[in-house]
């Protein structure tokens, strides 16, 4: 069983930056996924962003929705197990509950919420125009 635990959420006005990182309970080992989800008000969890520890392709390690593209980075310090997620250029529809997702044991991040075996609780990103 792993836990996840995201901070570094906020509010902040459209074009700021912000870093969300999501720490694991323990050090994963082996080949596994870590990604960023959302939750806007009223609607559905959505993709954000997806990264392999393992992967040697650099297109196939990283997956990013077609919205934050060029906006936000993911990056992940395996020795830690901590997955980050540095948003530039936020716009108002990101503002969301953002939670941290991780798959064990795989060789491809999927987009899916059901493709993920383990949930944070999530941090609030308000973005105000």
């Known amino acids: 069983q ?3 635990v995201e901070s ?12 969300l990182s999501c720490a694991a309970s323990r050090k994963i080992g082996g080949r596994y996924c870590m990604a960023w989800f959302r939750e806007p008000p009223r ?6 962003a997806a990264i392999h520890s393992e992967d040697s392709d650099a297109d196939r390690r990283q997956k990013f929705e077609d919205s934050v593209k060029g906006r936000f980075a993911i990056s992940l ?10 948003m530039n ?4 529809e990101d503002t969301a509950m953002y939670r941290c997702a991780a798959d ?3 060789s491809v991040c999927g987009r899916l919420a059901r493709d993920w075996q383990f949930w944070g609780q999530g941090t609030q990103v308000t973005v105000s125009s």
């Open 8 to 19: 570094g959420g906020g509010s902040v006005q459209a074009g700021r930056s912000l870093d």
């Open 104 to 106: 064990i044991d795989t």
């Open 77 to 86: 310090d395996k020795a830690k197990s901590i997955v980050y997620l540095k």
């Open 43 to 48: 609607k559905e969890r959505e993709f954000v």
């Open 2 to 4: 792993i836990s996840l």
């Open 89 to 92: 250029s936020l716009k108002p």
